[in-house]
């Protein structure tokens, strides 16, 4: 793990001081265990035997009350984190808002008010962002394991995930949560600029907002990451609420021999540059 | 370390009097219905998940939809309701009266009486829910009618193999006579009845009570 | 709609392969055909060997609960080689060069598959099976409180199983993973008949589960033998109960799911459509109440199987029996409570999530009680390694390993980093195959001989032993690190680089494992060829603790000749020590067991036909099968003649030549347990009288 945001470097420390405290209670099985088993081995060993020992007050305690003590601890901290690590909760004043629709197989990105792009999501340096998070078709799980980690996108239903964005970086962010036949290429890409980058990208040349829609609709995989003009106010409120907005739906389980999963098995081997005329199986 | 001294193979002083191991235990028929209660009880948790699904889908599941205050009202239900408290109630009687030995022909004539109003409740259901399909109401329209259909449906389904079951003892009881197995099937019957009462008392109260009154 | 509901011609398993020949197609042709080949090689074995009728007679109709054990393990044994096979295949097309040899589907159909086959129909009827052979000699009792009830669990897990491989020959699997969560698994998004293989075939090996569940709790509260009160109870008999419990309760929200799923697929309801009023996250809730409290279903047995072996391969009492059966008790309790932390990252307040996330490590506290418990029974005892006390170490050291990374798991915050990563597969593996499996290879290896009446080879047992230990950490310890890197489960193939050495230290790990599956079948093998030399006739070949042991081996079908009085905990252990050598009968007395019926059978069998027909849509035949269920259950309504009876006779002659053989067998010393020398009835000579 290299967490370039602090949402991401507070899950690594957690992680380590978690699993550090968790040692005094787990190491003595680790290290007790093969010492127990050299020790009292039949043949050669050296402990003592005492056959009817089956009872100790004094060890009992320790042991209910050694496990009770490390997870009120481990509890402790639990709570602790998760409430101030709680996606649903600002990183900081004033974030970006970036609202978010994922698809079989691509993901929208909509700037409110400003513009909208496909795959691909650009946010200034060291500061702090909401993405508001729905689906269209299959449950998804969107994560950007850099900078903080997954949320589940779901249709119908929204959900929250803030971050604060670390330096400037090209990072990767995808779906985790399997989806169907192009699973693997179910990503986007998530570039870290400047401030002043960030205004400039703001203001790039765009297609309409109408051509992505269609487009959208349309297409399994997406082509590489395109701008366009912001969907009128309030589409994504309605487009969470009723995702046949932006995806007429088709099957995400294909026959072997469906032309989509021509295009799709097209698409694979563009993202790894393998030639069009090798077959899947030569490709090993 | 026990003190006693190990009566290992030692015959088993039975607590009955007699003293032989069945493979089958000794009070079968006692068993039988302890077996069936614990099989009733993941009955009852899948009538509650059910109703737990009802629930949510009552709060979000509207969609397009019916509510349940637009859709049900309390008169047929009420007469349904009443139909099945009845039929619990003679039940009672038919199998308190077997209990004290009463003739083959008055536990069958109450198992009858039983029987027939519990058609009664069933016939008011599909009735309501032919009402309700004509009127473009059906499972398909909303997450809400879904669980409805579902709920109901599957309690309607266990009435109805209440009274297939029934049936069929009438006739067992006709060829077979009134056995020990016999009236252990009654007995277990009894139970599925009283828990399908139950069940249909917090049907009524959370659909139709809750439903109109919200 | 045609007679034959949606079934078409793309559905047999070669026809794909022969309009686009390409490596998946290929594979998944072959696989049906081993299918195929398989079972027409096993009937053809069956017809020459003239093995229809004992088969028939001693096997498929019988209600002795031994006997419906071992088939169960049959089961086990056989889902297992195609689990293990899917296992290989997608750890060898996740090292092969981007994108593999598999299409994404084909990889999704594997891990389906071989998630569902591994917990539903390997270990699930590994645990049952091995809870069918031993439960009830534990505790004194001549067969399961409802035999009859007994068979149908069986054959209705058999038909389950039998389904899920069907799919490799007519038709295609599930793609969602075995938690099958919809919109994907809805009719829209997954239009074929995958998801319906894996409701039905759940549905029939859930409802045998349920029912196994009863007939054992059952069987514990009625059937314990006089004076075996509740705390006098063997360990794994209370491990049973709870199990038992989980299952009674635990599998019903699986079938209200998966008959929301059904009914959502096929009739239109919108259970779990967003945009029609339902609500997908309701399904994993529903999922997640079974899900988890069946992981403790699974390791529950386990934990009950190491409170023997080790015991007795210490030579000493178990330590702590009071905590041990709190533990286990609390741990049936609290795997009630919580469910969420299977979906930390559904987008709930954090306080809920933190709640849950305490509530999941509450869990740590009873399950550290037990392995210290353990640890503390070998400590001052004196060690013997067989395989089975091997296993029972190798599941101690790993087993923490595993309880560390689902601790960490439980803590939302590094769940939102960890779910659905490969980090949670190692954990789940982690706990899986050093819990739950080497559980079951530790009870098989030392119960072997009650229900076979010969040993398993050592030899070739030890060598496996180390094999899946090392082979466990190197197919695993990878995973979890590139999980931490950020590679997600379920992935048909990866592109970063970073990854690769990992992946191939985690084949050649999957291929050690492999080696270890091959010395158990290598170790099944040498016993059956030697099993002259590994009979233990006298019973009793480990210097055993408790009543099961005081049979001769292999149990007659009656178990017991007299069902003993229970005045303490180890009674065989006290019975040794007093220099008795067999229990010795006051009386004989004729005893009723169950005839064989093929009723059990026949209704599973139907039941699954009829499952069949409702996954290729073919209505009619559901409901003639759902007719012809009814009518035969009817007809053994009728059926008044269960019973046939051992006599008093029979009983006394059976005891005879038991006490002869015991009195014939010289008693033979701990250090030629593993040798030639047991023949049934080890002392510790040092200890004897
Ligand atoms: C009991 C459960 C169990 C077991 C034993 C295993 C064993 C193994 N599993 Fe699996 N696995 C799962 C349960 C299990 N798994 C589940 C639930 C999933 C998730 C599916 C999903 O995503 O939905 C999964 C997913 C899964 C994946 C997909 C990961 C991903 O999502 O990307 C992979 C990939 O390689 C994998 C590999 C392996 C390997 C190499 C083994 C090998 O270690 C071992 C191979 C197994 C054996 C060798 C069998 C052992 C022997 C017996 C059980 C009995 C023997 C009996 C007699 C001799 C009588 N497993
Ligand atoms: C036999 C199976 C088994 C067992 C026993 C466990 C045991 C545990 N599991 Fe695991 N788990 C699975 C099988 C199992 N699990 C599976 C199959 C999945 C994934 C399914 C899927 O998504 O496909 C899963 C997923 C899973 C998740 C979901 C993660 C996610 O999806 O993001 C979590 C989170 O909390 C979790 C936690 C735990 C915990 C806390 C335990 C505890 O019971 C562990 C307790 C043990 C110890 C802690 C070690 C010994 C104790 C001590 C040495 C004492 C001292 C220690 C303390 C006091 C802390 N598990
Ligand atoms: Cu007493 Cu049967
Ligand atoms: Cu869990």
Redesign the interface.
Same mark, same amino acid.
């Given at each position: 793990?290299s967490p370039l945001g602090p949402i991401?470097a507070?899950?690594?420390s957690?992680?380590i001081v978690?699993?550090l405290w968790?040692l005094p !209670?787990?190491l003595?099985?680790?290290i007790?265990?093969?010492w127990?088993?050299i020790k009292?081995?039949?043949k050669g060993?050296t402990?003592?035997?005492?056959?009817?020992?089956?009872?100790?007050t004094l060890?009992?305690a320790v042991?209910?009350g050694g496990?009770?003590v490390? !997870?009120v601890i481990?509890?402790v901290? !639990?709570?602790m984190?998760?409430?101030s690590?709680?996606?649903?909760?600002h990183t900081g004043a004033n974030p970006i808002k970036v609202q978010v629709v994922g698809s079989?197989w691509k993901w929208m990105f909509i700037y409110p008010g400003k513009m909208a792009s496909v795959n691909k999501v650009v946010l200034p340096e060291n500061t702090p962002v909401e993405f508001d998070i729905t689906a269209t078709?299959?449950?998804q799980?969107f994560?950007i394991?850099?900078l903080?980690?997954?949320?589940?996108a779901?249709?119908?239903?929204q959900?929250?995930m803030n971050m604060t964005t670390g330096e400037l970086a090209q990072l990767e962010g995808?779906n985790?949560?399997?989806?169907?036949?192009?699973?693997?290429l179910d990503k986007f890409e998530v570039d870290v600029v400047t401030k002043a980058q960030y205004d400039a990208f703001l203001q790039e040349p765009r297609k309409p907002w109408a051509d992505l829609l269609t487009q959208f609709k349309k297409v399994a995989t997406w082509d590489g990451p395109q701008i366009f003009d912001a969907p009128p106010k309030g589409w994504w409120d309605k487009a969470s609420?009723?995702?046949?907005l932006a995806n007429e739906?088709g099957?995400?389980?294909?026959?072997?021999?469906a032309p989509e999963?021509k295009k799709?098995?097209d698409a694979?081997?563009n993202?790894?540059h393998?030639s069009q005329n090798q077959?899947?199986?030569d490709?090993? | 370390?026990?003190a006693?001294?190990?009566?290992?193979?030692?015959?088993?002083?039975?607590d009955q009097g007699h003293?032989?191991?069945?493979?089958?235990?000794h009070?079968k028929s006692g068993?039988?219905i &302890?077996?069936f209660w614990? &099989?009733l009880?993941?009955d009852l948790?899948?009538f509650s998940? &059910?109703i737990a699904?009802y629930a949510?889908?009552e709060w979000?599941?509207?969609?397009?939809?019916p509510s349940p205050h637009q859709l049900f009202s309390l008169g047929l239900p009420t007469v349904e309701t009443m139909a099945l408290l009845i039929s619990t109630f003679t039940f009672g009687i038919c199998t308190l009266g077997m209990k004290y030995n009463a003739t083959m022909r008055r536990t069958i004539g109450w198992l009858v009486v039983t029987l027939i109003f519990g058609a009664i409740f069933l016939g008011i259901e599909l009735y309501e829910f032919h009402e309700f399909w004509i009127e473009g109401n059906t499972?398909?329209?909303?997450?809400?009618?879904?669980?409805y259909?579902?709920l109901v449906g599957m309690h309607g389904l266990h009435v109805t193999s209440g009274i297939i079951w029934g049936l069929?003892l009438i006739v067992?009881m006709k060829?077979?006579g009134m056995?020990e197995?016999v009236k252990t099937?009654l007995m277990r019957l009894g139970l599925f009845w009283h828990m399908l009462d139950i069940v249909w008392i917090a049907l009524f109260t959370k659909i139709y009570l809750m439903g109109v009154l919200s | 709609m045609s007679i034959l509901g949606s079934l078409k011609w793309?559905d047999i398993f070669i026809v794909?392969f022969f309009?686009?020949p390409?490596?998946?197609?290929?594979i998944a042709a072959a696989a049906g055909g081993i299918v195929v080949l398989g079972a027409l090689a096993v009937l053809v074995l069956l017809t020459v060997k003239g093995w229809w009728k004992p088969l028939w007679t001693h096997w498929i109709t019988t209600l002795d609960h031994k006997k419906i054990g071992v088939i169960y393990i049959v089961l086990a044994a056989i889902m297992l080689i195609r689990g293990i096979l899917e296992a290989v295949v997608m750890r060898a097309q996740q090292v092969?060069?981007?994108?593999?040899?598999l299409?994404?589907?084909h990889h999704?159909e594997l891990f389906s598959t071989h998630g569902t086959i591994m917990i539903f129909f390997v270990a699930m009827p590994l645990l049952i099976g091995l809870i069918n052979v031993v439960m009830p000699l534990q505790i004194g009792a @001549?067969?399961m409180?409802?035999?009859f009830m007994n068979a149908i669990s069986l054959w209705l897990s058999v038909g389950g199983a039998a389904l899920v491989m069907a799919s490799l020959v007519v038709g295609h699997f599930e793609?969602?993973?075995w938690t099958a969560?919809?919109?994907?698994t809805g009719i829209?998004?997954?239009?074929?008949e995958?998801v319906d293989y894996w409701i039905w075939s759940l549905m029939l090996t859930g409802i045998g589960t349920?029912l196994s569940g009863?007939?054992f709790?059952?069987t514990i509260?009625?059937?314990r033998?006089?004076?075996m009160t509740l705390m006098k109870m063997p360990i794994f008999a209370w491990t049973t109960l709870c199990t038992a419990i989980l299952m009674?309760?635990a599998?019903?929200?699986l079938?209200?799911a998966s008959?929301?799923l059904a009914?959502?697929r096929h009739?239109?309801?919108?259970?779990f459509?967003?945009?029609?009023?339902?609500?997908?996250?309701?399904f994993a809730n529903?999922f997640w109440?079974f899900g988890h409290p069946e992981v403790y279903i699974l390791i529950l047995p386990a934990f009950g199987v190491f409170s023997h072996v080790i015991p007795t391969f210490?030579?000493?009492?178990?330590?702590?029996?009071t905590?041990l059966v709190w533990a286990t008790v609390a741990i049936a309790v609290l795997s009630f409570t919580v469910w969420v932390h299977h979906?930390f990252?559904?987008?709930q307040?954090?306080?809920l999530?933190?709640i849950f996330?305490?509530a999941t490590?509450?869990i740590?506290?009873p399950t550290?009680?037990k392995?210290?418990?353990w640890?503390?029974?070998?400590? @001052?005892?004196?060690? @013997?390694?067989s395989t089975a006390m091997l296993f029972s170490?190798g599941f101690?050291?790993t087993f923490?390993?595993g309880?560390?990374t689902g601790?960490?798991l439980?803590?939302?915050?590094?769940?939102?980093?960890a779910?659905?990563?490969l980090f949670l597969v190692a954990h789940f593996h982690n706990m899986l195959i050093p819990g739950l499996l080497f559980g079951m290879f530790a009870g098989i290896n030392y119960w072997f001989p009650l229900a076979f009446g010969f040993r398993l080879d050592e030899t070739w047992g030890r060598r496996s032993f180390w094999l899946w230990m090392v082979g466990f950490y190197l197919t695993f310890m990878p995973l979890y690190a590139i999980g931490?890197?950020?590679a997600?489960? @379920?992935?048909?193939?990866f592109?970063d680089p970073a990854y690769l050495p990992w992946l191939l230290v985690s084949m050649v790990g999957a291929l050690a494992v492999l080696g270890g599956l091959t010395s158990q079948v290598i170790q099944v093998w040498v016993s059956i060829k030697n099993r002259e030399s590994l009979m233990v006739p006298a019973g009793d070949p480990w210097d055993g603790r408790g009543l099961e042991w005081?049979l001769g081996c292999p149990v007659p079908e009656?178990d017991?000749t007299?069902?003993?009085?229970i005045?303490?905990r180890e009674?065989?252990v006290?019975?040794k020590e007093?220099g008795?050598r067999?229990?010795?009968?006051?009386?004989f007395?004729?005893?009723?067991?169950?005839k064989n019926t093929s009723m059990g059978f026949l209704v599973a069998m139907v039941a699954t036909v009829g499952a069949f027909g409702l996954i290729f849509e073919m209505w009619w035949l559901g409901a003639l099968c759902w007719i012809a269920m009814f009518v035969l259950v009817?007809i053994r309504?009728?059926d008044?003649d269960w019973?046939k009876t051992v006599t008093a006779e029979e009983l006394r002659a059976d005891y005879e030549r038991h006490k002869h053989v015991v009195e014939t067998t010289p008693k033979v010393s701990?250090d030629d347990e593993f040798t030639t020398k047991n023949r049934g009835l080890v002392f510790d000579m040092e200890?004897a009288v």
């Amino acid at each position: 793990m290299s967490p370039l945001g602090p949402i991401a470097a507070a899950e690594k420390s957690h992680m380590i001081v978690f699993f550090l405290w968790m040692l005094p !209670v787990c190491l003595p099985i680790l290290i007790g265990l093969p010492w127990i088993l050299i020790k009292y081995r039949r043949k050669g060993g050296t402990g003592a035997y005492h056959p009817e020992w089956s009872h100790s007050t004094l060890a009992e305690a320790v042991i209910w009350g050694g496990s009770s003590v490390a !997870v009120v601890i481990l509890g402790v901290l !639990v709570w602790m984190n998760t409430i101030s690590e709680d996606p649903y909760k600002h990183t900081g004043a004033n974030p970006i808002k970036v609202q978010v629709v994922g698809s079989e197989w691509k993901w929208m990105f909509i700037y409110p008010g400003k513009m909208a792009s496909v795959n691909k999501v650009v946010l200034p340096e060291n500061t702090p962002v909401e993405f508001d998070i729905t689906a269209t078709g299959a449950m998804q799980s969107f994560w950007i394991p850099r900078l903080a980690g997954q949320i589940y996108a779901m249709p119908g239903m929204q959900t929250k995930m803030n971050m604060t964005t670390g330096e400037l970086a090209q990072l990767e962010g995808f779906n985790s949560q399997f989806n169907g036949a192009a699973f693997p290429l179910d990503k986007f890409e998530v570039d870290v600029v400047t401030k002043a980058q960030y205004d400039a990208f703001l203001q790039e040349p765009r297609k309409p907002w109408a051509d992505l829609l269609t487009q959208f609709k349309k297409v399994a995989t997406w082509d590489g990451p395109q701008i366009f003009d912001a969907p009128p106010k309030g589409w994504w409120d309605k487009a969470s609420m009723n995702p046949d907005l932006a995806n007429e739906g088709g099957a995400a389980i294909l026959p072997d021999a469906a032309p989509e999963q021509k295009k799709i098995d097209d698409a694979i081997r563009n993202e790894l540059h393998i030639s069009q005329n090798q077959s899947q199986g030569d490709a090993q | 370390m026990s003190a006693t001294t190990t009566n290992l193979g030692a015959h088993a002083p039975s607590d009955q009097g007699h003293d032989h191991g069945h493979a089958h235990g000794h009070d079968k028929s006692g068993t039988v219905i &302890f077996g069936f209660w614990i &099989f009733l009880m993941s009955d009852l948790i899948a009538f509650s998940l &059910f109703i737990a699904t009802y629930a949510d889908a009552e709060w979000h599941g509207i969609a397009s939809g019916p509510s349940p205050h637009q859709l049900f009202s309390l008169g047929l239900p009420t007469v349904e309701t009443m139909a099945l408290l009845i039929s619990t109630f003679t039940f009672g009687i038919c199998t308190l009266g077997m209990k004290y030995n009463a003739t083959m022909r008055r536990t069958i004539g109450w198992l009858v009486v039983t029987l027939i109003f519990g058609a009664i409740f069933l016939g008011i259901e599909l009735y309501e829910f032919h009402e309700f399909w004509i009127e473009g109401n059906t499972p398909q329209v909303s997450g809400f009618l879904s669980a409805y259909y579902a709920l109901v449906g599957m309690h309607g389904l266990h009435v109805t193999s209440g009274i297939i079951w029934g049936l069929l003892l009438i006739v067992q009881m006709k060829t077979m006579g009134m056995t020990e197995l016999v009236k252990t099937r009654l007995m277990r019957l009894g139970l599925f009845w009283h828990m399908l009462d139950i069940v249909w008392i917090a049907l009524f109260t959370k659909i139709y009570l809750m439903g109109v009154l919200s | 709609m045609s007679i034959l509901g949606s079934l078409k011609w793309d559905d047999i398993f070669i026809v794909p392969f022969f309009k686009e020949p390409s490596l998946s197609t290929g594979i998944a042709a072959a696989a049906g055909g081993i299918v195929v080949l398989g079972a027409l090689a096993v009937l053809v074995l069956l017809t020459v060997k003239g093995w229809w009728k004992p088969l028939w007679t001693h096997w498929i109709t019988t209600l002795d609960h031994k006997k419906i054990g071992v088939i169960y393990i049959v089961l086990a044994a056989i889902m297992l080689i195609r689990g293990i096979l899917e296992a290989v295949v997608m750890r060898a097309q996740q090292v092969a060069p981007a994108p593999g040899f598999l299409s994404v589907e084909h990889h999704a159909e594997l891990f389906s598959t071989h998630g569902t086959i591994m917990i539903f129909f390997v270990a699930m009827p590994l645990l049952i099976g091995l809870i069918n052979v031993v439960m009830p000699l534990q505790i004194g009792a @001549r067969d399961m409180e409802f035999p009859f009830m007994n068979a149908i669990s069986l054959w209705l897990s058999v038909g389950g199983a039998a389904l899920v491989m069907a799919s490799l020959v007519v038709g295609h699997f599930e793609t969602g993973g075995w938690t099958a969560y919809p919109p994907y698994t809805g009719i829209k998004l997954s239009p074929n008949e995958g998801v319906d293989y894996w409701i039905w075939s759940l549905m029939l090996t859930g409802i045998g589960t349920t029912l196994s569940g009863i007939n054992f709790a059952v069987t514990i509260y009625k059937q314990r033998a006089p004076g075996m009160t509740l705390m006098k109870m063997p360990i794994f008999a209370w491990t049973t109960l709870c199990t038992a419990i989980l299952m009674i309760y635990a599998m019903v929200p699986l079938a209200v799911a998966s008959v929301m799923l059904a009914l959502d697929r096929h009739a239109g309801f919108h259970f779990f459509t967003a945009t029609q009023g339902g609500n997908m996250m309701n399904f994993a809730n529903l999922f997640w109440l079974f899900g988890h409290p069946e992981v403790y279903i699974l390791i529950l047995p386990a934990f009950g199987v190491f409170s023997h072996v080790i015991p007795t391969f210490s030579g000493k009492k178990l330590y702590g029996y009071t905590s041990l059966v709190w533990a286990t008790v609390a741990i049936a309790v609290l795997s009630f409570t919580v469910w969420v932390h299977h979906f930390f990252t559904m987008g709930q307040t954090a306080h809920l999530n933190a709640i849950f996330g305490i509530a999941t490590m509450t869990i740590g506290v009873p399950t550290g009680v037990k392995v210290y418990n353990w640890m503390l029974t070998m400590w @001052r005892g004196k060690l @013997r390694f067989s395989t089975a006390m091997l296993f029972s170490a190798g599941f101690m050291f790993t087993f923490v390993i595993g309880g560390i990374t689902g601790v960490m798991l439980a803590n939302p915050v590094i769940s939102f980093a960890a779910h659905n990563s490969l980090f949670l597969v190692a954990h789940f593996h982690n706990m899986l195959i050093p819990g739950l499996l080497f559980g079951m290879f530790a009870g098989i290896n030392y119960w072997f001989p009650l229900a076979f009446g010969f040993r398993l080879d050592e030899t070739w047992g030890r060598r496996s032993f180390w094999l899946w230990m090392v082979g466990f950490y190197l197919t695993f310890m990878p995973l979890y690190a590139i999980g931490l890197m950020g590679a997600p489960r @379920r992935m048909a193939f990866f592109t970063d680089p970073a990854y690769l050495p990992w992946l191939l230290v985690s084949m050649v790990g999957a291929l050690a494992v492999l080696g270890g599956l091959t010395s158990q079948v290598i170790q099944v093998w040498v016993s059956i060829k030697n099993r002259e030399s590994l009979m233990v006739p006298a019973g009793d070949p480990w210097d055993g603790r408790g009543l099961e042991w005081s049979l001769g081996c292999p149990v007659p079908e009656h178990d017991f000749t007299t069902i003993p009085n229970i005045t303490s905990r180890e009674p065989w252990v006290e019975a040794k020590e007093r220099g008795l050598r067999v229990m010795e009968p006051t009386e004989f007395v004729d005893i009723h067991l169950p005839k064989n019926t093929s009723m059990g059978f026949l209704v599973a069998m139907v039941a699954t036909v009829g499952a069949f027909g409702l996954i290729f849509e073919m209505w009619w035949l559901g409901a003639l099968c759902w007719i012809a269920m009814f009518v035969l259950v009817l007809i053994r309504s009728y059926d008044t003649d269960w019973e046939k009876t051992v006599t008093a006779e029979e009983l006394r002659a059976d005891y005879e030549r038991h006490k002869h053989v015991v009195e014939t067998t010289p008693k033979v010393s701990l250090d030629d347990e593993f040798t030639t020398k047991n023949r049934g009835l080890v002392f510790d000579m040092e200890k004897a009288v």
